[in-house]
């Protein structure tokens, strides 16, 4: 390719955007691709450097620009153009039929015709186009309001940026409906790549999909292959009106937007059944979860007539399939520890094959569920896979016991570090809290975050490193980690390992409430905590305080007071704090409330307004601390007439410096001398 002008670049650049679109078209929506992947990478690179070399032609809705958002904060959220129901759902045929004969009955007519359609096990999202261009994507929320994920929705290959008016006009304002699914060899990697970072593995394609789907960060979103089928046109401005689902279906498509092949328009209820019988022989070789067919009336005017309930149309139906079971036999029951303590009951089971995946352990949830389906070691089971890859022990074959099954027993110590277990509502919970390995990094990421020691830089991805090789094998290890034990890691060069080390070093001056809120106590919040300082005033006294003594507390119930004592009745949590301690974390008291809670002044030199002893009082009433001398932990030195050497001390270690008007402005707007009415006499003399 020789040098082109910006002229013959522009006319390419549009050129190569029709081409790609096209072959988007092929590929996605009829699934006949013309030309190869490497063809088509070809014409993508093509693109990226024409608009590397004249970036005055990119336009947002050009293939290159899926993905390039930065990260956002927060979802916003977005008002659906309406509301976007769900639907009711039958189990059987005889149900099926019901609905049929109610349908009919309610319009008037002999046969009404359906257009049936597969049951995406995904999320279902709205998309607005505006002169055939993509503007927004929402997630369903609530039906009314959704997540604004517009620029996570665009780096779905799927996903045209641009609507094809090749065969159809395009409306000016079109919003359509479609379900994000993930493929289920997809998701099987997705999960491995979990397992082997030490994370949890996701359920089902269906929150894998969603979580991928919500990531602030539309690259990491952009990563993930994510795919999506449009069922339904929600709303249309400027276009030509469709009549029926069948059309609607249609027009998707010929707009560009990807629909499920294998729709099917159905005569009447025989055929709807029929239908739902083929494709539940078909789910499981289709690469992605269905779980159940919908079946919608096809006419749009029998649709109105029939209208909607306030969550879901009448003209509508799920057919549901039942979920795969198999039989097998439970070798052994294990407990596991999740990443919040709780102990959950898990069957080993005899491997076996339900539909194409090899089961060979189901969730026990907890000892009620055994107690009620009375689940014991070696007993003959059915196990269940709805959609979940996690399956479920469903019921016990009891005619096949032998009367050599063993019942089974919660353990009253956890099997990971040995604490205790206590009992809350349905399920046990490891007391271990920080120092449970099996709550090790979730404790940590607490400990660190903002609300809690607001370690910066000791966040998700760190942790697990810290955690991964070692570093970290106890709460109290962060106090331990040196610049060199960083600076090994892949993650940090001088500069971070430097931060983080400060970041550590400045969090032991934390303030009590927030190292109690730190602690990760269950059901101890920054509310709480902060309640608790104030009347405890020391870690020691809380640590030592009974059930009546906290329930005497007026927010403080049962619940919470229960967890606080069993946690601090746990040697290992009173040993990792005396560790803390030791290691310089300094858990002091401070009045937590006011305008200057966790700041330390420093006077010098005389005010003109107040004296050194009213400053002091007013910056402890807005729960500030006055120190006598600087140092790195001080964060304002104020100057009055004449500092003395204070004032240059501040000058050498960079600490803020104001002057009184400054810290005037500090204790609040206006902020006068506290008014005294002086007896008379006083008065006089002053004068
Ligand atoms: S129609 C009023 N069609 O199922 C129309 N929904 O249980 C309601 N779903 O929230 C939606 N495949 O997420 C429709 N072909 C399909 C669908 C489908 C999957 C989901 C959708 C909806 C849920 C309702």
Redesign the pocket.
Known sequence: MGELTREEARKRIEWLRREIRRHNYLYYVLNKPEISDAEYDALMEELRQLEEKFPEFITPDSPTQRVGAPPSKEFKNVRHVKP????DAVKNDEEMRAFDKRVKKELGVESVEYVA????????VELIYEDGKYVRGAT?GDGIEGEDVTENIKTIRAVPLVLRKEEMDVPKMLAV?G?VIMHIKDFEEYNKELIERGEEPMANPRNAAAGSLRRLDPRETAERPLDIFF??IMHQEGGMEVETQWDALHALKKWGLKV?PLVKLCKNVEEVIAYHREMQERRDKLGYEIDGV?I?VNRFDHQEKLGTKTR??RW?I?YKFPPRKEITQVMDIVVGVGRTGTLTPVALLKPVDVKGVTVSRATLHNEDYIKEKDVRIGDWVKVARAGDVIPEVMEVIKEKRTGKEKKFVMPSRCPVCGSHVVKEGAYYRCTGGLSCPAQLKRSIEHFASKNAMDIEGLGGKTVEMLVDKGLIKRISDIYRLTKRDLMNLPRFAEKSAENLIEAIEKSKEKNLARFIYALGIPNVGEHTARILADRFKSIDALMNAGMEELMAIKEIGPETAKSIVDFFAEERNRKEIEELRKLGVRMEYEKKHGKLAGLTFVFTGSLKDFTREEAKEMVEEEGGKVASTVSRNVDYVVVGEKPGSKYEKAKELGIKIINEEEFKKLLGKGRKKKEVILPLDEFVDEK
């Open positions: 976007m129901l769900s639907l359609e597969p049951k995406l096990d995904g999320l279902s369903r409906r379900e069922y339904e499920n919908v919608k879901s149309p509508a799920a």
